[in-house]
């Protein structure tokens, strides 16, 4: 048991010198987003959720310097489904080896960002793909990497509105006469 | 239960395999990713190029000939960058009489107006040039910044630095850029 405890220990240890510095990987991937469905005419939020690869931190959307790149999504506008506000969440203050006397506001780990989608009335039902980019600049604790795209799709189901409620048509003044 | 003499022998040669496999990752990783890759630099000579300054003024790496050159590849938008500046600027006054120059290279896609304010607030005391992609990449491709490359009198290359390092690390590496190569006043 003893021996199996050592060995382990070993193998440990050569697993840990062994791992891969990750330098251009990929910092941030985007989770299948599920398919939200929305009616037409009204606005819905799609959550899109991300993650930032450990090791690693990216701007938040308000980073503290007006030199830092904050993370931002542009999803492409189409005619008739309207992109509406993107909520990005609050980021961590965090400080880094780096510059362990400044707090810097970023993002680590999962982090969702919700849009606001509104399909106009005109909109016929069926299934959409939305697609944009997730602009986000990454930093390790002793570097920093040129700003990337992460590109972004998701698919949303135009569902039909319920009929509009009949109106009384408008009275003439003059039919009381 | 008899044991088989065999098995603690295949084992430790398992474990020494794994270890040996471990080690030589690692090393073959940290020359990758950073510190002293000065071993796959040393002695080629330096890839001239010519940017633009701040001031506009067009500047050859070659316009250094005779000093030793401290090339940092940098931008706006990098923490890292922004702690070695002020260490920068104390070494340029320090080593600048014995004819060491750095000479800053800003990776940035921001305006040269932003450049411009943000050297001024970190007092940048030293020559800051307008980078280009294909500046970068005679260097062997700017992937991570900071990048430092350190240069002899004559053009060499000496060593090259990736990512944040600490101070004595520059130190160490101007004073052997500084004592290889002619210095100016002995070129004819």
Known sequence: MKRLFLCSLVLLAAAALGQDAPTMKPVVSMAPAPLTTITQGKASQVPLAFRVIRGYHINSNQPKSEFLIPTALKIGAT???????TDYPEGHDMSFAFAPDEKLNVYTG??????????????????????GNLKYQACDNAACYPPKQLPVSFEVKIAKAAPAPRKNPAQSPHSHK | MKRNPLVPIVVAAIIAVMLFAGIHSA???RAARSPSVSGQVHGKDA?????????????KLSDFRGKAVLLNFWATWCGPCKIEMPW???????YGPQGFQIVGVAMDDSSTEDITKFVREMGINYPVLLG????GQSYGGVNALPTSFFIDRDGKLV????????RSVFVDHIKEALNQGQPVQAQK
Not at chain 1, 79 to 85: A, E, H, L, Y
Not at chain 2, 159 to 166: I, P, V
């Open chain 1, 79 to 85: 005619t008739d489904i309207i992109i509406g506000g």
């Open chain 1, 110 to 131: 999962d982090f969702q960002v919700d849009v606001s989608v509104r399909p106009l009335r005109s909109v016929l039902p069926g299934k959409y793909m939305l697609r």
């Open chain 2, 27 to 29: 090393r073959k990783n």
């Open chain 2, 47 to 59: 890839p001239d190029f010519e940017l633009q300054s701040l001031e506009g003024k067009n500047i």
């Open chain 2, 88 to 94: 920068f600027v104390e070494l340029q006054k320090e």
């Open chain 2, 132 to 135: 280009k992609e294909e500046v």
């Open chain 2, 159 to 166: 060593a090259r630095e990736f990512g944040l390092q600490s």
